[in-house]
């Protein structure tokens, strides 16, 4: 029996593997169906903006392109038709993907060694338990959302088992239900834990079992733990089987979704938590040492590997289980400390654990999860910067009304919602400003990155190329050696679409550098060097990038190089450097497509001749702009219509008196955040000089003042602003700053910081919107009339450094609300 059941996986394993060669063979045909039409396009277009003359004497180089397309066409033709009498040839047949069965029977005793027993999460199991076995006779819908491994099917059983949940409730019925479920087979799994002794359920009708299962529960007072569910329509399918006798009935459901758990029910999902130290050491030292203790000597080492698992207690079994069938020395342990990732991702059941979310995502977000590969460990983020490469790299559709941005943010919250990305630093508005992904999530994103030929991260130059050439990925994330990895022969360079560097070694990028990318990699859309691959010039060359969309680089120079201007479907401009930049006006107006101008930390000067009108040619496209120094020339071109359709605006200058701002809410009406800040520190600033509260733009939503004293006049007019939202004072001295009733009609967000001197008051009638209250290194003092922090609205404080009055007005709404509530008291006043 053993023998056929061995036969009969081996063939099920060749079955996976033809399939999966299948898909390669279909994939690499897309890619090269890709690379003609792109190809074609960009040759086109450069063909098509040359002169009469220029056309003429490229005719026979076009006409040589023409011919090599068609035969590329004809290839891929002659590809497909393989493809295709291949498939049916042996059989095969593409649905919907399945578990590859090799690794099932590995993949179920890793989940039962994660759901043996529990350790950890006491405190989430006594919640819980109060939740079910308390509060309100309505029946209520619990759920506990976390990621695949986190232990949520070992806290529902710890539940399920418990006695107390035993005398609670008179029936009691435990479903697996994947995202393979059956609704008929749910309701049987129920009928068969809640009545032991009913017979032939399997051969009734499923509306008799459905009637069945109702009557008999209208009867009792009942708990369904549905674990593992994956989508909504499950519930929408089973939530008419469960009545609401008022009788203190319970549901608890289990997933990965956090869209699941609120679609059931309103009432707000528990988020399971990762393991803490303790408990994770508890988990790993259970299964090492089957009950014993660990030697001392080999303690150190054993809570530096526990560390590395980042409190999933999947990781800590994985590692747990290797250890326990070798000898235990610190020989072999100092070796695991030293690769603890590259041992998670060799057990192929343990990603297969992880990897059911991926396979499970739509479409649309797979190209956005597998994206992280790029990053290196531990690495938080920018939110700003991934939403920015997927827009660059068209992952990003229209959807309704929403723009693109907001989309892929929606995007961003659905791969959070799934329990595969993680909640980072969020922003003063509430957005979230940085994310970051497990350890063992990122070694599935490699892994199916590579699998797919979407990515390749490399950190080593030797050994790497040759397998990167092989493989032909179209993308490349270089951890180290970043110039030597682009110039070796090895390297594959036709298909790459992106090339990311999170090089750490200061080094230059030389001329042939340069000249390697641009004859070579003439189809990429992404070229991000980061900030330690410094950058004198670029070669005029650079032209040949036509397809560039997305470019970030570190300038050591004060003049960005000519030939960027070049790269005319440029989106996304991201330039950082030591030194202030000069920018021409005129050579800027060439970058149509440009969305994003973002000029790093530094000053940057906008400069033309005031004098002479600008050529009426609009970056109509262009939405962000920073870190600009506002002079005549800039705020002549800004009257001229140099980006009508800004939202986003940064400046930075010296002093206030040469240019207006009244200019420019006269010119950017669609303005929704600006920030201003200014170098000089004893000169007060009155900044809306000459602006009346009709001229204000309803469209501003966000503003940030940095540096240097502040009119009072300045502050009061703040609160003219019909739409202001959200308000970052920082770096100021001997401020007066009133907020009295009638200003500041939708203000939710202050934040203050690092304000010298100098009086802060609040009305808490003026602030009736007022959700966030950010006070930090402040000692001005702060007073307030009426209660602020009884304000309903209220619900995220942080304050550091308060004075003893406001610590005292904290400390009291700390312990009348249940609000998340940072505070280091500073004992003077």
């Given amino acids: 029996m053993s023998s056929n059941l061995w036969r009969n996986s081996e063939g099920k394993h060749k079955e996976h593997d033809l399939v999966r060669e299948l898909v390669d063979q279909i994939r690499e045909v897309a890619f090269e169906a890709e690379d003609v039409v792109e190809t074609f396009l960009l040759n086109a277009e450069r063909q098509k903006q040359r002169t009469t003359v220029g056309k003429v004497f490229h005719y026979p180089e076009h006409k040589l392109m023409l011919h090599g397309m068609a035969k590329r066409i004809e290839g891929i033709k002659t590809s497909i038709n393989d493809i295709y009498a291949n498939k049916e040839k042996y059989g095969i047949e ?18 039962k060694e994660v759901d043996d027993d529990m350790v950890g999460f006491i405190d989430v199991f006594d919640i819980l338990l109060k939740k079910l076995t308390e509060g309100s006779t309505q029946l209520e819908i619990i759920s506990i959302v976390g990621m695949g491994g986190l232990g949520k099917t070992t806290v529902a059983k710890r539940l399920y088992n418990d006695e107390i949940m035993e005398n609670h409730f ?27 002794q009913a017979d032939d359920l399997e ?6 079992l459905k009637n069945v299962l109702r009557t008999h529960l209208l009867t009792k007072k009942y708990i369904i733990f549905l674990d593992d569910v994956w989508q909504t329509n499950m519930w929408d399918e089973v939530q008419a089987f469960f009545p609401n006798k008022n009788n203190g009935s319970r549901i608890l459901i289990t997933t990965r979704n956090t869209n699941v758990a609120r679609h059931a029910s309103p009432k707000e999902p528990h988020f399971l938590r990762f393991l803490n130290h303790r408990e994770c050491w508890e988990l790993f030292e259970k299964k090492v040492f089957r009950g014993d203790l660990c030697p001392s000597h080999l303690q150190t080492l054993g ?20 250890l326990a069938s070798q000898e235990k020395s610190e020989r072999i342990w100092e070796r695991t400390l ?19 979310s991926y396979h499970y995502l739509p479409v649309e977000l797979k190209p956005c999860f597998l994206y992280f590969a790029a990053f290196p460990e531990d690495y938080e983020m920018s939110v700003r910067r991934l939403i920015s490469l997927w827009l660059a790299e ?9 723009t693109m941005e907001e989309v892929a943010e929606s995007y961003l919250d659905a791969l959070i919602d799934r329990s595969l990305v993680q909640f980072g630093n969020k922003r003063t508005d509430g957005g979230l400003k940085t994310c970051r992904i497990h350890d063992l999530i990122r070694d599935l994103c490699i892994r199916e990155a590579k699998c797919e030929n979407f990515m390749w991260a490399t950190s080593k130059i030797n050994g790497s190329c040759s397998t990167i050439r092989k493989s032909k990925p179209r993308r490349l994330s270089i951890h180290g050696y970043t ?12 298909s790459v679409r992106a090339i990311l560097s999170f090089e750490s070694q200061k080094s230059f990028a030389s001329t042939t550098f340069w000249k390697k990318v641009y004859t070579e990699y003439k189809l990429l859309r992404v070229l991000d060097l980061g900030a330690a691959i410094r950058v004198d010039t670029l070669p005029k060359d650079i032209d040949n990038l036509a397809n560039l969309r997305y470019l970030r680089l570190f300038l050591n120079a004060i003049q960005i190089p000519e030939s960027i201007y070049d790269l005319r479907n440029l989106q996304m401009l991201f330039v950082e450097g030591i030194k202030s930049l000069n920018v021409p006006i005129k050579a800027l107006l060439k970058l149509k497509s440009l969305q994003q101008l973002i000029l790093g930390k530094s000053i940057t000067r906008l400069y033309g001749n005031s004098k002479v009108s600008l050529p009426q040619i609009q970056l109509e496209s262009l939405q962000v702009l920073s870190s600009i120094y506002p002079d005549s020339d800039f705020e002549c071109a800004i009257m001229n219509g140099l980006c009508p359709n800004l939202k986003k605006l940064s400046l930075y200058s010296s002093h206030v008196n040469i240019w207006s701002l009244k200019n420019f809410f006269a010119s950017l009406p669609n303005l929704q955040s600006l920030k201003m800040s200014f170098s000089d520190s004893n000169v007060s600033h009155d900044i809306f000089k000459g602006v009346t509260e009709a001229e204000l733009p309803s469209n501003l939503t966000k503003v940030t003042l940095k540096s240097s004293y502040w009119s009072d006049d300045s502050l009061n007019m703040l609160g003219k602003f019909s739409n202001l939202r959200i308000l970052k004072l920082q770096d100021m001295k001997n401020i007066s700053f009133k907020v009295r009733e009638g200003s500041f009609p939708r203000l939710h967000t202050l934040h203050l910081d690092n304000i010298q001197g100098g009086i802060i008051e609040l009305d808490g009638f003026a602030v009736l919107h007022l959700r966030s209250l950010f006070v930090k290194r402040c000692s001005c003092r702060f007073g307030w009339s009426g209660d602020i922090f009884t304000l309903p609205s209220l619900k995220d404080i942080q304050v550091l450094w308060p004075n003893g009055r406001l610590a005292d007005s904290l400390e009291r709404f700390k ?7 940072r505070m280091l008291v500073h004992k003077g006043d």
Avoid at 303 to 322: H, N, Q, T, Y
Avoid at 483 to 494: A, E, Y
């Fill in 815 to 821: 312990q009348e609300n249940a609000i998340k509530c």
């Fill in 338 to 356: 030293k690769d603890v990732s590259v041992h998670l991702s060799k057990d192929e059941a343990c990603l297969e654990i992880l990897a059911l």
């Fill in 170 to 196: 008179t029936s009691r019925a435990w479903v697996s239900v994947s995202e393979d479920y059956d609704t008929r087979q749910v309701i049987i799994t129920i009928l068969n834990n809640i009545m032991p």
């Fill in 94 to 111: 593409i649905g919907e993907g399945h578990m590859n069965p090799y690794f099932e029977a590995t993949l179920q005793r890793r989940r």
């Fill in 203 to 208: 051969k009734q009708e499923t509306d008799k």
């Fill in 483 to 494: 110039t030597r990895t682009i110039l070796s022969k090895d390297c594959v360079s036709s």
């Fill in 303 to 322: 809570m530096e590997i526990v560390d590395r698992c980042k409190g999933l207690p999947l990781s800590v079994v994985v590692i747990a289980s290797m």
């Fill in 394 to 402: 068209g992952f990003i559709h229209p959807l309704g009304e929403l």
